[in-house]
């Protein structure tokens, strides 16, 4: 079993940065693959980054990629997601997501999710 809990969330302006960071329980985090989703009001649950547990591979959605960032800490069993150049449109509730094994981008491939961590970006 494995818990997580997102943090770092908030209100930025357009243009700014936020990192999130989620925190993973158990003592097997390095062989998770981790992904970040988000989920916009009244739309479903996008995928936003992924990144591999071992010799760490990174993937990204086009909407984000070249300004956010994802890495992991298997030390601290801790994933992060670095947000530039913030626009109205990120804002979503973002959640973390782990699986054993193989990465996928597949929302129906993740074993676990935290709870979110909102974040809203103003004009």
């Known amino acids: 079993q494995v818990q997580l809990v997102e943090s770092g969330g908030g209100l930025v302006q357009a243009g700014g940065s936020l990192r999130l960071s989620c925190a993973a329980s158990?003592?097997?985090?390095?062989?998770?693959?981790m992904d970040w989703f988000r989920q916009a009001p009244g739309k479903e649950r996008d995928f936003v980054a992924a990144?591999?547990?071992?010799?760490?591979?990174?993937y990204y959605a086009d909407s984000v990629k070249g300004r956010f960032t994802i890495s992991r800490d298997n030390a601290k069993n801790t994933v992060y997601l670095q947000m530039n150049s913030l626009k109205p449109e990120d804002t979503a509730v973002y959640y973390c997501?782990?699986?054993?094994?193989?990465?996928?981008?597949?929302?129906?491939?993740?074993?676990?999710w935290g709870k979110g961590t909102l974040v809203t970006v103003s004009s």
């Open positions: 158990g003592r097997t985090f390095s062989s998770y693959a």
């Open positions: 997501a782990a699986r054993q094994g193989v990465v996928t981008t597949r929302r129906d491939g993740m074993d676990y």
């Open positions: 990144i591999s547990w071992r010799a760490p591979s990174t």
